[in-house]
């Protein structure tokens, strides 16, 4: 629903401004509901799954706050490369470099960690591909 009302607003240079201005005004609001209904999802999928798998808070907050990562990561993407052909390499850069930020961080964290280092890489990778 947000991709659609701000990639058609962003791809017109005058649009441009606008998007960005409701985007920086809805992201956080977005990323914390993004948290709230991703970590809800996770845990009612648990326990329709039974005992067989364990249910660890931190394991939740984990891949929920990842899973709101990338949400936001590929809104904020999409209006990049909504921006022109630049916009679109700067989008591709980010998403190569969360990907290949999180492969490294999983070959590190996951042998000494575990799930949490899984999870620890995945969040941690779309930070840099955000942050790029």
């Given amino acids: ?3 659609a009302v701000l990639i058609p ?4 240079p ?3 401004s606008e998007a960005w201005s409701r985007l920086r005004q809805h992201a956080a609001g977005l990323f914390a509901g993004g ?3 991703f970590a809800v999802s996770g845990w009612a999928a648990l326990r329709m799954a039974g005992s067989s798998y364990p249910l660890r808070r931190e394991w939740l907050a984990l891949f929920a706050t990842s899973a709101s990562l990338i949400l936001t990561h590929g809104i904020f993407s999409a209006v990049f490369a909504a921006r022109s052909l630049r916009g679109l390499w700067i989008s591709v850069t980010g998403a190569m470099l969360a990907g290949m930020g999180n492969l490294v961080l999983n070959m590190l964290l996951t042998p000494r960690m575990g799930i949490s280092g899984a999870a620890a890489s995945l969040l941690a990778g779309y930070l840099i591909g955000l942050a790029w």
């Fill in 9 to 12: 607003l962003a791809s017109r």
């Fill in 1 to 3: 629903m947000v991709s």
């Fill in 35 to 37: 948290i709230l209904v």
């Fill in 14 to 16: 005058e649009g441009q």
